[in-house]
């Protein structure tokens, strides 16, 4: 079993910045892939960025690519989403998942994930 708690959400201008961490229970984090999925109202729950279990791999979203950076430290069991250049579009709820999986699983489909976080609101104005 995995816990997650996501933070680091909140208000930001247009073309700001926000760091969201994504800080998961258990001695066995290092086996966990991890991607962080978002949630606009009225919306499908779409995929952002995806780090596979040794942080050698990283995937992200068109719509994000260049802007933000999932990162992760194994041995304090936390992964990070850095957003930059941020974009009214960009406003949802994000949520950080967890599960075993390996190298050849589809890091960016939402179906592989078993543990999620609560999320945490992002809001962006214009």
């Known amino acids: 079993q995995v816990q997650l708690i996501e933070s680091g959400g909140g208000l930001v201008q247009a073309g700001g910045s926000l760091r969201l961490s994504c800080a998961a229970s258990g001695r066995t984090f290092g086996n966990y892939a991890m991607g962080w999925f978002r949630q606009a109202p009225g919306k499908e729950r779409e995929f952002v960025a995806a780090i596979n279990w040794s942080g050698i791999s990283t995937y992200y979203a068109d719509s994000v690519k260049g802007r933000f950076t999932i990162s992760r430290v194994n041995a304090k069991n936390t992964v990070t989403l850095r957003m930059d250049s941020l974009k009214p579009e960009d406003t949802a709820v994000y949520y950080c998942?967890?599960?075993?999986?390996?190298?050849?699983?589809?890091?960016?489909?939402?179906?592989?994930?078993?543990?999620w976080g609560q999320g945490t609101q992002v809001t962006v104005s214009s």
């Open positions: 998942a967890a599960d075993r999986l390996s190298d050849y699983a589809d890091l960016r489909n939402r179906y592989v994930y078993n543990y």
